[in-house]
């Protein structure tokens, strides 16, 4: 059993920050990857950032500049640090986490609930 919990959502106002936080825990091996994805009411699911076991980091084009993406490996946990926040940053924020757990061969994907970011203007 895996689980990703995440926490930092919240109500900002446009320029403000938030940090959102998201700790996986369960019967881990290892965590290839980690990332965070958003979907605003009616689009679809998008990737924010990611970041991988060897650090390296991608960001959508939308929030290069503005965000930044960090992991602790040894706490399983990955951040998103967001700063100068816009009204369109405003969605539900996922965590994903690509997991190889105890006893399995192969790693799977897996979501947290979920976090609601509002940016007001």
Known sequence: QVQL??????????GGSLRLSCAASGTIR???IM??????PGKQRELVADIRSGESTKYADSVKGRF???RDNAE???YLQM???KPEDTAVYYCNAKILRLGLESSLNYWGQGTQVTVSS
Do not use: K
């Open 68 to 70: 930044t993406i960090s």
């Open 83 to 85: 700063n100068s926040l």
């Open 76 to 78: 399983n946990t990955v």
């Open 5 to 14: 919990v995440e926490s930092g959502g919240g109500l900002v106002q446009a």
């Open 30 to 32: 290892s965590i290839h």
């Open 35 to 40: 990332g965070w994805y958003r979907q605003a």
